[in-house]
């Protein structure tokens, strides 16, 4: 109950995994049949809904406060996704070569639906990717550390929240 009181959807993703692995235990034969699954008989925990919309003076708030950020790729980063509603992985995983500038277009080719995806691009989703520094060591819009993309975006967003007092937006 400890994980439960603080992340409870961490929580029920626990509990779906433990559940799933020994299931998949018992069906390869490494728990012998009808052994108790630990994870059954224990209720879901109730879960908040993400669902939450910025009112316009909070988008106010939370440009000026992405505009306070150092890194241009970070400042990038949040002015793209509410350009355009990308997913986190979508956004960091781009490569330049799926920027088309002439199109306005920009192509996801992993989806969560696991199929390629078109999107159109805003004339300020155009600037904002223009502006942005290209490495001659990487093909990532969002190079990381070495030659691999960024992976998360958590530190800035905290920052972020704090300084536009928006404590309970989530990405």
Same mark, same amino acid.
């Given at each position: 109950s400890g994980i439960a009181a603080k992340t409870p959807v961490e929580a029920n993703r626990v509990l779906t995994l433990v559940g799933g692995i020994f299931?998949?235990?018992?069906?390869?034969g490494y728990v012998p049949e009808g052994h108790p699954n630990p994870a059954r008989g224990i209720g879901r925990f109730k879960e908040r809904s993400r669902d939450r919309w910025l009112r316009p003076e909070e988008v106010e708030r939370l440009l000026a406060a992405v505009a306070?950020?150092?890194?241009p790729y970070? +400042?990038?980063?949040? /002015?793209?996704?509410?350009?355009? #509603? $990308?997913?986190?992985?979508?956004?960091?995983q781009l490569q330049w070569q799926d920027?088309?500038?002439k199109r306005a277009e920009l192509r996801?080719?992993?989806?969560?639906?696991?199929?390629?995806?078109?999107?159109?691009?805003?004339?300020?989703?155009?600037?904002?990717?223009?502006?942005?520094?290209?490495?001659?060591?990487?093909?990532w819009v969002f190079p990381g550390h070495g030659t691999n993309h960024r992976?998360?975006?958590? +530190?800035?967003?905290? /920052?972020?929240?704090?300084?536009? #007092? $928006?404590?309970?937006?989530?990405?």
């Open positions: 299931a998949k235990a018992e069906e390869w306070e950020e150092t890194d970070v +400042r990038a980063a949040f /002015r793209l996704y509410l350009q355009t #509603g $990308l997913r986190k992985g979508e956004l960091l920027i088309d500038f996801i080719p992993y989806t969560k639906s696991g199929r390629p995806h078109s999107l159109s691009l805003t004339e300020t989703a155009l600037a904002i990717l223009r502006e942005l520094p290209r490495s001659i060591h990487s093909d992976k998360d975006l958590k +530190r800035p967003w905290q /920052r972020i929240r704090k300084r536009a #007092g $928006l404590d309970d937006v989530t990405i």
